[in-house]
Each structure stands twice: as structure tokens, then as C-alpha cells.
């Protein structure tokens, strides 16, 4: 069993940064692949990022390559995620996920076993 909550989101600038926490409760967060979704309303939820338990492999999604940057800490049960050079479009409810030793279905909602409550992120323009 694994609980998820997510924290740092916020009301930011265009072009601006925000840095979005999990937090993981359970003992064995360090066999879980750890992912990032978000939802805009009136969307599907849509992958943003994913690493693995190990944090040795790191996927993302197209639009936010070379901007966001996922990394965990399995030592305090830890996920982060760097949101640089935001834009509008970014806005969204933003989820962390976990998924118990599998990465296959990274991209893929249903390649996770917990979820968070999700985090508002909104990006002015």
C-alpha cells in the first residue's frame, strides 16, 4: 500500500518555474516506478513524466522535454518535479503515480496502482 500527496503547485508567470513534491508513505517506495500526469479540464489525463524505481531511466512527454525534469529520492520516499519555462498550456491539475515494478505502461494511466490527490498548477499569461 502506497499513499501519494502531492504538494507545490501555485499560480505562476509565463516563462516561470514551480517545483511539484510527492510525498510517498509505505515501506517499499524504492520498488515502485513513480509517474507524473496532468488533467486540464474539459481533457483526458495526459502522462508528463516517469522514472523508474531505481531512478535510472526518465521518460517525458514531447511537449514538456527539455522544460520539466522528474528525480526521486528513495531515501525520503521523495518525488520531485522541475517545471521550467511554463506556458499556459501547462495549466492543469497535476498527479503523481505509482506503479508497482512495472514501466511498460509508463505513459499509460492504467500502468499505475496509487494515485495522488492531485495539485493545481496555473500558468498566466
Known amino acids: 500500500q502506497v499513499q501519494l500527496v502531492e504538494s507545490g503547485g501555485g499560480l505562476v508567470q509565463a516563462g516561470g518555474s514551480l517545483r511539484l513534491s510527492c510525498a510517498a508513505s509505505?515501506?517499499?517506495?524504492?520498488?515502485?516506478?513513480m509517474g507524473w500526469f496532468r488533467q486540464a479540464p474539459g481533457k483526458e489525463r495526459e502522462f508528463v513524466a516517469a522514472i523508474t524505481w531505481s531512478g535510472g531511466i526518465a521518460d517525458y512527454a514531447d511537449s514538456v522535454k527539455g522544460r520539466f525534469t522528474i528525480s526521486r529520492d528513495n531515501g525520503k520516499k521523495i518525488v520531485a518535479l522541475q517545471m521550467n519555462s511554463l506556458k499556459p498550456e501547462d495549466t492543469a491539475v497535476y498527479y503523481c503515480?505509482?506503479?508497482?515494478?512495472?514501466?511498460?505502461?509508463?505513459?499509460?494511466?492504467?500502468?499505475?496502482?496509487?494515485w495522488g490527490q492531485g495539485t493545481q498548477v496555473t500558468v498566466s499569461s
Open positions: 503515480a505509482a506503479g508497482w515494478r512495472t514501466y511498460v505502461r509508463r505513459s499509460y494511466p492504467d500502468g499505475y496502482n496509487y
Open positions: 509505505g515501506r517499499t517506495f524504492s520498488d515502485y516506478s
